[in-house]
Structure formats: structure tokens, C-alpha cells
């Protein structure tokens, strides 16, 4: 009986820890926000400064380099919000555009850029599933308690979603309670 209630416990303390994470990215995902829209405002302000006085190839590429790095920035705050394996590869998909765009390199780094981009689309084309980490997390895999009608067997629980073990735990505490 003690280890069942230590897994109640140890279930609540997971569920507030991950509460409190998934708070902290909200917070964090705020200040990324509010960071992209001052960079924006900055990055267009500026380029239309430099349209007035013309417009330069340096100017256009540093244009660029602002804009693929406010599109990163705006995937990586979805991939926050929503952590899922398809928004992660989409970060790392425009951060390797990105380089084979802006950076001048030479042909051995533009060709092992492409070979990563073509692998990628490769993996999310074949091997890609869509799976968020609340599905992993939150799921609790199952317990076992002793059924006090039978004696000594055990009972088998699985939960199905982080509701239905809340059901299930509520149940087990006004069964005890009785």
C-alpha cells in the first residue's frame, strides 16, 4: 500500500513539475515574441532608410540574413508552444536553408548542406511520425495495486490519457476512503 500511495505522490509531482515547465515555455515563448516583432520592426525600418539612399547587394543580403532569421525565430517559438518532431525538423530545415543561402562557402560545405537538406526530406517524407512530447510525457505507462476482494493477486491499470488516470486515481482515494 505505501509504494501505491508513493506513486500517487510521485504522480502529482510529475503533473505540477510539468505545469510549471510547460509555464516557463509560455513565458519564454512570450519574450521570444515580443523580441521578433522589435527585430522586425527594426530590420523594416532600417531597409526602408537604405531604400531612400538605394538599395545595395550588401544591403539585400543583409536583408536576408534578418528575414531567415526571423522566420527561425518564429518556427522556434511554434516548436516551443508545440513541441512536436515535425516542428523541430522544420527549425533545423530553414536554419540549414539558411546557411546554404547566405553563406559563401565552399563547394565540399554546399554540397554536404544539400546532402542534409535532401536527408531531411527524406526522413519526413519516410520515417516521420508525428508525436508530441504531452503524448509521451503526460501518459502514465500503468501501476499495480493490491486488490483487497481477492487477497493477494494484483489488478492491472492502464490509463489511456493523463484525464483518465486523474478518474482513476480519484476513484482509488474514495474506494480507501470508505
Not at 8 to 21: A, C, G, P
Not at 73 to 86: A, N, Q, V, W
Not at 105 to 117: E, K, R, T
Not at 154 to 178: C, P, T
Request: hydrophobic content about 50%; aromatic content about 12%.
Amino acid at each position: 500500500m505505501g509504494q501505491y500511495m508513493g506513486g500517487i505522490v510521485l504522480h502529482n509531482i510529475r503533473k505540477l513539475f510539468y505545469k510549471y515547465i510547460r509555464w516557463l515555455e509560455l513565458i519564454i515563448a512570450i519574450f521570444l515574441s515580443f523580441a521578433l516583432i522589435v527585430a522586425g520592426l527594426m530590420v523594416g525600418s532600417d531597409f526602408l532608410l537604405k531604400v531612400k539612399d538605394g538599395v545595395t547587394s550588401a544591403d539585400y543580403e543583409a536583408l536576408l540574413e534578418h528575414v531567415f532569421s526571423l522566420i527561425i525565430g518564429t518556427e522556434f517559438i511554434r516548436m516551443i508552444l508545440k513541441p512536436t518532431s515535425g516542428n523541430a525538423l522544420e527549425v533545423v530545415l530553414f536554419t540549414i536553408a539558411r546557411f546554404l543561402v547566405l553563406d559563401h562557402a565552399s563547394m565540399i560545405n554546399c554540397l554536404i548542406g544539400v546532402a542534409s537538406l535532401g536527408s531531411l526530406f527524406a526522413i519526413r517524407k519516410y520515417l516521420f511520425c508525428e508525436i508530441t512530447t504531452s503524448d509521451i510525457e503526460m501518459k502514465p505507462v500503468h501501476y499495480y495495486h493490491a486488490n483487497n476482494n481477492k487477497g493477494n493477486e494484483f489488478e492491472q491499470v492502464i490509463a489511456k490519457d493523463e484525464f483518465e488516470w486523474d478518474k482513476i486515481l480519484d476513484q482509488e482515494k474514495s474506494q480507501q476512503q470508505r
